[in-house]
């Protein structure tokens, strides 16, 4: 939320305490000065003030006034301190509340506390994003669980219904029924070895060492060349050295899935898909472009969520298990990088991958 600048609560807490005592001293100041007037001077002599002797000592007059006074002030600050404390502490309470809240699995509250700006609004503030992080977070896993899960059970479907018809027709020839269940079950392998991917991006479970990532691009590219050839596709890459850090498997598997998603989401013939690497300022950048039909913006933007593999797009049977872009940008983000899509005005996607540069 953008707010007006406002007083720190130190500085709303240093004025509160400051004031409050100026007025207790100030009663202070008072008393004593009723107390005293009692002993001011009624005689001049030679130009000099003179308390007569016979008057009371002043200690014996002051000092039940004294106690009293201080008595008052000390039950006035601790009520006055409590009001204007909890007066202060009050947002604390509301974020205190939220947080509880969050505790027992409510994230569709939020706090907005009203008010400029201060440490307190800050805090707010930051504690209502990460509640709208943790929403969308909960969400997406969920909604993923439940796309993983129907993915799962499509070929396991499948396998049961091949089953079912050999086992009530015998005459079936039996290299079908094995071919066919092959092709599923090696779908399936897939999927898993994708999802164990995805999560272990995710969790970042993985070591880090200076790599080239012209170098692993460059491998991706030369193992993706005869797919690319027997598509009627040409290959090009060009680049500089782009020394980074992280995961040389991770990497390799972010360049492959990305020249085999420019490969597959290609025209039918006579299509290109480049790959270029080069350094800017304290990053290294992977770029790869690739012709094909116009995609619209909304489209591009839905390509990276699981299973979203963009209906719009040319579907073939190499087109995978939907997970391709996904797994890119969660090793892209459990590398610190950036991953950005932007569709060709001519037709096709351009793709990238921007990440830390090594420091030197």
Request: aromatic share 6%.
């Amino acid at each position: 939320m953008d707010r007006e600048p406002g007083l720190s609560v130190r500085l709303k807490l240093t004025l509160s305490y400051a004031g409050f005592l100026m007025v207790a001293g100030g009663l202070l100041l008072v008393v004593v000065w009723v107390s005293l007037l009692r002993y001011i001077p009624d005689q001049v002599i030679f130009g000099l003030p003179w308390i007569r002797p016979w008057r009371s000592d002043p200690l014996n007059g002051f000092s039940l006034p004294a106690a009293m006074s201080l008595l008052f002030l000390l039950v006035f600050g601790l009520v006055g301190g409590w009001l204007l404390a909890g007066r202060m502490l009050a947002p604390l309470n509301r974020i205190t509340d939220a947080a509880r809240r969050a505790g027992t699995g409510s994230l569709a509250h939020r706090i907005e506390l009203p008010g400029r700006s201060d440490e307190f609004r800050e805090l707010a503030d930051a504690f209502d994003a990460m509640l709208a992080r943790l929403e969308a977070h909960v969400a997406e896993q969920q909604r993923f669980a439940a796309n993983a899960s129907h993915e799962l059970r499509t070929p396991l479907a499948i396998t049961q219904t091949l089953l079912d018809v050999a086992r009530s027709d015998r005459n079936r020839d039996p290299a079908e029924l094995v071919d066919r269940l092959y092709a599923v079950n090696t779908r399936a392998i897939d999927l898993t070895e994708a999802l164990l991917l995805l999560t272990r991006a995710d969790q970042r479970s993985f070591a880090r060492e200076p790599v080239d990532l012209s170098l692993i691009a460059e491998e991706a590219t030369e193992s993706l060349l005869p797919f690319a050839e027997e598509r009627g596709l040409t290959l090009e890459m060009s680049g500089e050295e782009t020394r980074t850090v992280g995961s040389p498997a991770l990497l390799l598997q972010l360049c492959t899935n990305l020249v085999h998603n420019a490969i597959v989401h290609n025209l039918p013939g006579g299509g290109t898909v480049w790959v270029t690497t080069n350094v800017a300022r304290e990053s290294v950048v992977l770029t790869v472009v690739n012709t094909g039909e116009p995609l619209s913006p909304a489209l591009v933007a839905t390509l990276v969520e699981p299973f979203r593999r963009g209906s719009e797009r040319i579907r073939t049977d190499h087109a995978g298990v939907g997970l391709g872009l996904a797994i890119v940008k969660s090793i892209t983000e459990a590398h610190d990088g950036t991953l950005t899509l932007i569709p060709r005005a001519a037709g096709g996607l351009c793709v990238t991958v921007q990440l830390p540069a090594q420091l030197v």
